[in-house]
């Protein structure tokens, strides 16, 4: 119990990443990888872990947007300046 | 989360205020509460369910009204004030949470004539009432408290999961996958669809603000608010569907209780059945018989001809055997005619004397007399005529036959009676149970599994439909991202939520997978643990998180006992603590009660590694302190024991054991 909740978060990121992993080797977009990062998906499971029972999802809903409003600026304000 | 203190007031038999201190170090976690049968032991259990959830739970799992609560002294003396006052801590904070029911006017009849009044405070400060509902669930969430708070008496409840997979995945796996985490998954999937709606609505409105091809806006509009309203019907559905089968376990366990009482109704009924068609049976013997009798009409004086008959040939064997001693007297009668003339004797030749002459004469006198009372030759044909006479209707065979009507005739007649006793046997025990209403009750048991089975099935509809609207949807999005002039980043971000939301979405089996493995690996490893059996080496897990015991040659045990049910489950219960995303208290009401001596010393030496606060409130029958306490070594932080004082009978308190 020392280990709250160590064990089904880290099978939870496992799982995710396989998840990832497959999807993008179904996917023929290139862009696909550098948006939906590993570090994406580990920082929404990360939100996903903080509000499981939280009542109010419009805080953790808004930093999702954030989260991923910034990696898609990232993406696309660098392959701008590569064009 | 840990308890610190537990203040009980009128509560149950509780009467007035007490206050026990629950808090122990993880080095000792162990609280146990001694107490004999009905003296509160469920009611500490249910107190503090009571407080966090605002529902006590009797011994069938049913909710208990609040006027069964309040305590009986208190009650009599108009005092309808009940409440539990909880403090823990969880994460750091230190948290009192107060629950108070209050009658408002007069005796209460129900739940609608209390008030409650609950209030929260964490790290001294109040909480809003809306608010506390959640905190508490964020704490230690309801669906999840069952394996937590539990009962041992109804660890059926549990053991029923292992047998029947098709209930279990409507009510307990769905509060296993939240003990283990899944929710976090499937909540931020459904951020990811509401923040990609969001995200195009602001894509399209940027489109139709350059009025740029509306058409396929407008597809887009349309296409999502069907989507929507399928979710939302969709929504409904579910609801609908948990609550049919809320009502479908409800119904079943009170059939469950009633199945006795059912299957002497429908014994009654057979046996009714059964009687009617062997009364049918015997009225057909019955006629069978009169129509011999009809037609044979001499078969009741059958054993009398018979007896007649055995008389009549036995005179005339006396009387043929009389006519042939009179035939030799008659010779005889002849010579001594013959002699008595005088001359020799006809047979030696001899001379006969005088005195032999009168021997002779009185020989022949009596002869003459024998031969006088003789039967005639016409007496012994008459006896003759009458043996054949008499012989003729002493024929046995229609005899026999009615013989066998008789005795079937019987048989019947002592099998309807013996069904008769039977049913009326049952009928008595019957009698206090309304059948009709038990009648009814399978009645709306089969309406509400239909019902349940026609929800599932629009469902699946609905979740095609949904799936094909989506698709419809990502198309369409598709080519309005691509829209010259719309945001670019507005589109590549409603296409991020959609990525996301299909990987989050994919990592669900997966995560299930991988949990399902985590705890039958737990659970076998406890239920090594527990079990004293050593060929008996590991549990397995279906889907529905229903476990099977594996021998050590990997053959699965297909009959359990009842103590070996109560292990699984136990080892089920510890393998979920162990993996559960929220850490708790382990409160466990007479949780030996099935448990042989050596099983119980394992489980008790196990209990310390259950969770860092154990509370368990055992009976003298189950857990006797001189013998068992060693067992549990130093791992006892806190005991106390309820009793009763001598000078009332149903009030409870409770003492520190030093």
Redesign the interface.
């Known amino acids: ?2 280990a ?2 160590e ?3 880290t ?2 990121r ?3 990443l ?3 992993a ?2 993008l080797d179904t996917s023929d977009d290139p862009e ?1 990888s550098s ?2 990062s590993t570090d ?2 580990g920082e ?2 990360d ?3 903080l ?7 419009t805080v ?2 808004r930093a ?2 954030e989260a ?2 910034d ?3 990232q ?2 304000d660098l392959k701008g300046s590569l064009e | 989360m840990r308890l610190q203190h537990l203040t009980l007031n009128n509560f149950g038999p509780y009467l007035g205020e007490q206050r026990l201190s629950l808090s122990v170090d ?1 080095s000792a976690p162990i609280v146990i509460f001694y107490g004999e049968n009905l003296f509160g032991k469920t009611t500490l259990l249910n107190a503090i369910r009571w407080c966090l959830y605002e529902t006590a739970l009797d011994r069938r799992g049913e909710r208990m009204p609040l006027t069964e609560l309040v305590n009986y002294e208190a009650a009599d003396a108009k005092n309808w004030v009940t409440g539990v006052t909880l403090e823990f801590s969880h994460h750091g904070q230190t948290f009192v949470l107060e629950r108070q029911a209050q009658a408002e006017a007069g005796e209460p009849l129900d739940d609608g004539d209390f008030r409650i009044v609950t209030q929260l405070r964490v790290d001294g400060q109040y909480k809003a009432q809306q ?1 506390i ?2 905190i508490i ?2 704490v230690l ?1 309801r669906d999840i408290s069952d394996f937590f708070l539990f009962d041992g008496e109804m660890l059926g409840r549990y053991e029923e999961l292992l047998h029947d997979d098709a209930r279990a995945a409507s009510v307990i796996r769905d509060s296993i996958e939240q003990i ?2 899944l ?3 499937s ?2 999937q459904a ?2 669809g ?2 990609e709606a969001a995200a195009m609505k602001r894509h399209r409105q940027a489109l139709e603000a350059q009025r740029r091809d509306a058409t396929i806006a407008r597809r887009a509009e349309e296409a999502t608010a069907e989507r929507d309203s399928i979710k939302k019907n969709l929504e409904e559905l579910r609801v609908l569907l948990n609550t049919e089968l809320g009502e479908r376990e409800r119904l079943r366990l009170q059939l469950q209780r009633y199945a006795e009482v059912q299957a002497d109704a429908e014994q009654v009924a057979e046996l009714e059945a059964e009687g009617e068609a062997l009364e049918g049976q015997r009225g057909s013997v019955s006629a069978e018989r009169r129509r011999t009798l009809s037609v044979n009409w001499w078969i009741p004086i059958i054993a009398t001809a018979a007896e007649r008959v055995r008389r009549a040939q036995l005179d005339l064997v006396a009387a043929s055997e009389e006519v042939a001693a009179s035939a030799r007297r008659e010779v005889e009668l002849a010579q001594l005619k013959a002699a008595v003339q005088g001359g020799p004797c006809p047979l030696c030749g001899a001379d006969i004397g005088q005195d032999h002459v009168a021997q002779l004469h009185d020989r022949l006198s009596s002869l003459e007399a024998d031969l006088r009372s003789s039967p005639a030759g016409a007496q012994l044909a008459s006896l003759g005529a009458v043996v054949d006479a008499l012989a003729k209707v002493a024929d046995s065979g229609p005899a026999e036959v009615l013989l066998g009507s008789d005795q079937e005739y019987r048989r019947l007649g002592i099998e309807i009676r013996k069904r008769k006793r039977k049913a009326e046997r049952l009928r008595q025990r019957l009698r206090d149970h309304d059948v009709e209403a038990i009648s009814s009750l399978q009645y709306s048991y089969d309406a509400v599994v239909e019902r349940a089975r026609a929800a599932s099935d629009q469902i699946t509809q609905d979740e095609k439909r949904l799936s094909e609207k989506e698709g419809e949807l990502r198309r369409i999005q598709g080519q309005l991202r691509h829209q010259p002039g719309a945001n ?2 507005t589109g ?2 409603a ?3 959609t ?2 939301g ?7 089996n ?2 299930r997978d ?2 399902r493995i ?1 705890v039958e690996s737990a659970a076998s490893e406890i239920f090594r643990q527990l079990i004293a059996a050593p060929d008996l080496t590991s549990l397995s897990i279906n889907e529905q998180f229903g476990l099977r015991i594996h021998t050590d040659t990997g053959r699965e045990l297909t009959t359990r006992s009842a103590g070996a049910e109560q292990i699984v489950a136990l080892s089920l219960i510890g393998a979920l ?7 708790g208290p382990i409160v466990m009401d007479t949780p030996f009660g099935r448990l042989d001596r050596r099983h119980r010393r394992r489980i008790l030496e196990y209990l310390p590694q ?3 606060q154990v509370i368990f409130l055992v009976q003298s029958g189950e857990f006797e302190r001189d013998r068992d306490l060693a067992y549990l070594g130093a791992k006892v932080g806190l005991e106390y024991e309820l009793f009763r004082p001598e000078d009332r009978s149903t009030r409870t308190e409770v003492r520190k054991v030093v």
């Open positions: 119990m020392s709250e909740s064990i089904s978060e099978e939870a496992a799982a995710v396989d998840a990832r497959q999807y696909v948006i939906v994406l998906v929404m499971l939100l996903a872990w509000h499981q029972f939280a009542d109010d999802r953790v809903q999702i947007r991923v409003v990696r898609v600026t993406v696309i | 993880p608010d509902k959640g669930d964020s969430h283990l985490g929710p976090a998954l909540m931020i951020d990811f509401e923040l670019p980043r590549a971000e296409r991020t939520y990525i996301l299909e990987v989050f979405g994919r990592a669900m997966g995560f991988r949990m985590q603590n162990h993996c559960a995303v929220r850490e259950l969770g860092p």
